[in-house]
């Protein structure tokens, strides 16, 4: 924060271009670690340093998975990142897999239909058929269509599983 308020204070605005890199990479860096510019920070993912941001994201909630305001704020508003990622989502599988792995058994059903969806997104935008996380991914839809009948959420749920699963086999 020093620093951008050095930059506010001696840099006149024809020359902020010049700092550009330096700049955001100081705010993909630094920014995700703040709960109150969280919403923000996915949103400005979206731009062009959507990789590198996602990389911090992925960081951020690795160390964090339990915090349920970030995990819900992130799935509800990361599907436009995943779209602009398209293929280069594959460089992220271990930590997206990680995490959507743990997310999956979430006790707040929107949690869980959320996963559901990235997850939905992931495959249609990657074609993973033979990958190390597709049985252990088979596994867990598997457990949580079983699970799911105790949930209030449980058709849109099996729904969702039922669409991977087809989604997986063509």
């Known amino acids: 924060m020093i620093s951008f308020m050095h930059i506010a204070k001696n840099v006149k605005v024809t020359e902020l271009s010049l700092y550009e890199d330096a700049i955001l990479d100081a705010c993909c860096h630094n920014i995700p670690a703040d709960?109150?510019?969280?919403?923000?920070v996915v949103e400005f993912s979206i731009g062009s340093r959507?990789?590198?941001?996602?990389?911090?994201m992925l960081g951020h909630l690795e160390r964090q998975p339990l915090n349920k305001e970030?995990?819900?704020?992130?799935l509800t508003l990361i599907g436009p990142v995943f779209d602009s990622m398209g293929?280069?989502?594959?460089?992220?599988?271990r930590l997206l897999f990680s995490l959507f792995f743990q997310w999956i058994h979430a006790d707040d059903d929107r949690t869980?239909?959320?996963?559901?969806?990235r997850i939905h997104t992931v495959i249609k935008l990657t074609?993973?058929?033979?990958?190390?996380y597709t049985s252990r991914l088979v596994n867990e839809l598997v457990l949580l269509y079983k699970e799911s009948a105790t949930r209030?959420?449980?058709?849109?749920?099996?729904?969702?599983i039922v669409e991977i699963l087809m989604l997986l086999q063509k």
């Open 35 to 40: 709960d109150e510019l969280w919403y923000r």
């Open 152 to 160: 209030k959420s449980r058709e849109m749920m099996r729904n969702h």
């Open 70 to 74: 970030r995990r819900v704020a992130w």
């Open 50 to 56: 959507y990789d590198r941001v996602l990389s911090e």
């Open 87 to 93: 293929l280069f989502l594959l460089a992220h599988f």
């Open 127 to 132: 074609w993973i058929r033979k990958s190390p």
């Open 112 to 117: 869980v239909l959320l996963v559901l969806e």
